[in-house]
């Protein structure tokens, strides 16, 4: 159980093209999923809290324009990234809180997106 | 959220226990231990997490110690595959219920 699916799993783009990527919870509802990013040899970094139904809520110096965020249903979470640049070129990785019969929300993790804006 | 501290590296013998240490010594009574891995290109694998009992599950056991300003994960029986960068989280339980990752401890399993 607790499976995060991640679609695509790498894309590679042209500088200025918008890129959309999924991330859906298939065996449990999740109202609430993360969107991290990670730079080679760095830690992840939490980018912004997806709530269903709600306006995401980015973190401090992450802009909300760029990187746009729907969380439309309870299995689905989509990250776009708009007019892509070079500098966008990272791993995303999403992640969605499962209850859990216990209603502990632990965080369960996808399998990451590489994206290269070329 | 409380900080963690981790060691950047740690080294074990394929079939030995690896016991990876984690200090967390400003960590509030609401807040859970979580223990996260990344192998490689992928994204971080949940292992474990406790409140202040010692847990086990078929993948790791958790050590708390009893002022809670520490914890130690234990893989009884390391394999290769266990060769990682190991994350060791406080999560509040209020509010979103955000991880914050450090750097962790990559851990190299050796034959």
């Known amino acids: 159980g607790a499976v995060v699916s991640q679609h695509p799993s790498w894309v590679i783009c042209k500088s200025g093209t918008s890129v959309k990527i999924e991330c859906r919870s298939l065996d449990f509802q999740a109202t609430t999923m993360f969107w991290y990013r990670q730079f080679p040899k760095q830690s992840l970094m939490l980018m912004a809290t997806s709530n269903e139904g709600s306006k995401a809520t980015y973190e401090q110096g992450v802009e909300k324009d760029k990187f746009l965020i729907n969380h439309a249903s309870l299995t689905l979470s989509t990250l776009t990234v708009t007019s892509a640049h070079p500098e966008d070129s990272s791993f995303y990785i999403c992640?969605?809180?499962?209850?859990?019969?216990?209603?502990?929300?632990?965080?369960?993790f996808g399998p990451g997106t590489r994206l290269t804006v070329l | 959220d409380a900080k963690t501290t981790q060691p950047p590296s740690m080294d074990c013998a394929e079939g030995r226990a690896a016991n990876l240490p984690c200090n967390h010594s400003t960590i509030s009574g609401n807040e859970y231990v979580y223990w996260y891995r990344q192998i490689h290109s992928q994204g971080p694998q949940y292992i474990i997490h406790?409140?202040?009992n010692n847990e086990t599950n078929e993948m790791a056991s958790l050590i708390i110690t009893e002022d809670r300003k520490s914890s130690t994960l234990i893989l009884p029986h390391a394999t290769l595959r266990d060769t990682a960068v190991y994350y060791c989280i406080v999560r509040v339980d209020t509010g979103f219920q955000k991880l914050v990752f450090g750097t962790g401890t990559r851990l190299l399993v050796s034959p």
């Open positions: 992640s969605a809180r499962d209850p859990g019969p216990l209603r502990t929300d632990t965080q369960y």
């Open positions: 406790g409140l202040k």
